[in-house]
């Protein structure tokens, strides 16, 4: 016998088409046998089938219903977040508008208290200054009164006691007491 050699090396080499009719084959004989065996439900396989895909379907409603509420509730979530960015942004033009205020009402309160401070100074240079002329003789204060300036005067005497601004009064010009009373009586 002799053996040709050509026809072992074909024999052995597998060609591409036949591989894939090999594999296609078998994949149909997969689907013809599990085509009969739906059809003929064995192993009770129909039944179970119909109740893996209700099933399935079943579970796939719920998740749509469960996607929809999260939707929802994102939805919701993304509105009352932009109201409260909105009223944040209010809130934070508010503060900054009472931060002014404040400020502007802090530095008025600092120029009252320093004014303050003044006028309780002067008051108080006030009161030394009718106590020594009330300290004086009438006629002696009278005199000095009547070179100083008018307003000067009338505020002294106003913080004098009564019976010694009138005293100091009787000493003066009638008319430089008159006019000082009449300045008196003004504030």
Same mark, same amino acid.
């Given at each position: ?76 979530? &993304?509105?009352?977040? @932009? /109201?409260?960015?909105?009223?944040? $942004? =209010?809130? %934070?033009?508010?503060?900054? +508008? ?60 106003? &913080?004098?006691?009564? @019976? /010694?601004?009138?005293?100091?009064? $009787? =000493?003066? %010009?009638?008319?430089?007491? +008159? ?9």
């Amino acid at each position: 016998m002799s053996k040709k050699p050509g026809k072992k090396k074909e024999n052995k080499k597998a060609t591409p088409l036949k591989a894939v009719i090999r594999i296609s084959v078998f994949y149909l004989i997969l689907v013809i046998i599990g085509a009969a065996l739906l059809y003929f439900n064995m192993f009770n396989l129909r039944v179970k089938t119909i109740t893996v895909l209700e099933h399935g379907r079943n579970e796939y409603n719920i998740l749509l219903i469960k996607e929809k509420s999260i939707n929802e509730e994102e939805t919701k979530l &993304n509105d009352e977040k @932009a /109201k409260f960015e909105k009223e944040k $942004a =209010e809130n %934070d033009k508010q503060k900054q +508008s009472l931060d002014s205020q404040k400020s502007e009402l802090d530095a008025k309160n600092t120029e009252l208290d320093n004014k303050e401070a003044q006028i309780n100074e002067k008051t108080a240079d006030m009161q030394k200054l009718v106590k020594i002329y009330e300290s004086m003789e009438a006629g002696q204060a009278a005199k000095i009164l009547e070179a100083m300036d008018k307003n000067q005067v009338t505020l002294i005497l106003s &913080n004098m006691n009564q @019976a /010694k601004s009138s005293a100091i009064l $009787a =000493e003066m %010009d009638p008319s430089t007491a +008159s006019a000082l009373l009449s300045s008196m009586i003004k504030q």
